[in-house]
């Protein structure tokens, strides 16, 4: 009797323990989405390739852009995408983040993969009459990729980043001053060490939690796991972001090199 009501409890454990972790298999196949930095909403550098006075500018124009017609063009970089398609994690960004604004949906996002040598502009409904799947295919033809190439990303970015916003700008009918000299260097900002663990560390810190509720149960009958268990169900998430509330992308392009 006591083994069978031990073995339901190890079941019982098992499934609970399955629940909570299931999040992380789909982790171990595909990046995590990036969360905003909360000052710098409209540029996300997770692969290095940018500056901070490339970071600053584009920072400065967005904001500009965005107070004047409440539409948001981010840049975003990453080093790779495992597979996972661009247009998908492209996408995922663009709603996640609400880029854009709740009604208009005119939100833009530049998306740069690094080592898979992959970038996407994926543009918001209320966008797409200026900046069409054919135009933004030929921004990144002409100003990104000769650049990207070479291994300029940088200069590639801000020259597809200013062509963007020109475009935008043009459409709203308003005029973009140039951002003032930067007072001061900006702390690096801080990444997340989960988003950065790559999908064999994740697993193996799943087959260790495994390994450790394994002994719990067998010999201090599970308590310790249900404490944890306990505890997790108790705790909450925050969050927070700049977006406009955009709900979604109308079409992009995408480009090799």
């Known amino acids: 009797m006591a083994k069978g009501r031990a073995a339901r409890q190890a079941?019982?454990?098992?499934?609970?323990?399955?629940?909570?972790?299931?999040?992380?298999?789909?982790?171990?196949?595909?990046?995590?989405?990036?969360?905003?930095?909360?000052?710098?909403?409209?540029?996300l550098d997770e692969a290095g390739?940018?500056?901070?006075?490339?970071?600053?500018?584009?920072?400065?124009?967005?904001s500009q852009l965005a107070a004047k017609t409440n539409a948001q063009v981010v840049a975003v970089t990453v080093r790779?995408?495992?597979?996972?398609?661009?247009?998908?994690?492209a996408l995922a960004i663009l709603r996640q983040w609400g880029i854009g604004g709740k009604q208009e949906n005119n939100g833009l996002l530049m998306l740069v993969v690094v080592d898979d040598r992959r970038s996407r502009i994926?543009?918001?409904?209320?966008?797409?009459?200026?900046l069409a799947d054919a135009k933004t295919g030929r921004i990144q033809d002409?100003?990104?990729?000769?650049?990207?190439?070479?291994?300029?990303?940088?200069?590639?970015?801000?020259?597809?980043?200013t062509a963007i916003v020109e475009e935008v700008a043009k459409e709203y009918n308003v005029t973009l001053n140039a951002p003032p000299a930067m007072s001061q260097k900006r702390a690096p900002a801080q990444n997340n060490s989960w988003d950065t663990l790559p999908w064999w560390g994740k697993l193996l810190l799943g087959l260790g939690v495994g390994s450790l509720i394994i002994v719990?149960?067998?010999?201090?009958?599970?308590?310790?796991?249900w404490l944890l268990l306990s505890i997790?169900?108790?705790?909450?998430?925050?969050?927070?972001?700049?977006?406009?509330?955009?709900?979604?992308?109308?079409g992009g392009s995408n480009r090799n090199w």
């Open 11 to 43: 079941l019982f454990t098992w499934l609970t323990l399955l629940a909570v972790l299931l999040p992380v298999l789909p982790l171990a196949a595909a990046p995590a989405i990036p969360s905003p930095a909360a000052k710098h909403f409209y540029v």
């Open 49 to 62: 390739v940018l500056s901070d006075a490339a970071e600053y500018k584009i920072q400065a124009l967005s």
């Open 80 to 89: 790779s995408l495992q597979g996972e398609p661009i247009e998908d994690y």
């Open 122 to 130: 994926e543009v918001g409904y209320g966008l797409e009459g200026v």
């Open 142 to 161: 002409e100003f990104m990729l000769p650049f990207f190439k070479n291994g300029e990303y940088e200069q590639g970015i801000l020259n597809g980043y």
């Open 216 to 225: 719990d149960i067998l010999f201090f009958g599970g308590r310790f796991t």
């Open 232 to 250: 997790f169900f108790r705790g909450g998430r925050g969050g927070g972001g700049s977006g406009g509330g955009g709900s979604g992308g109308g």
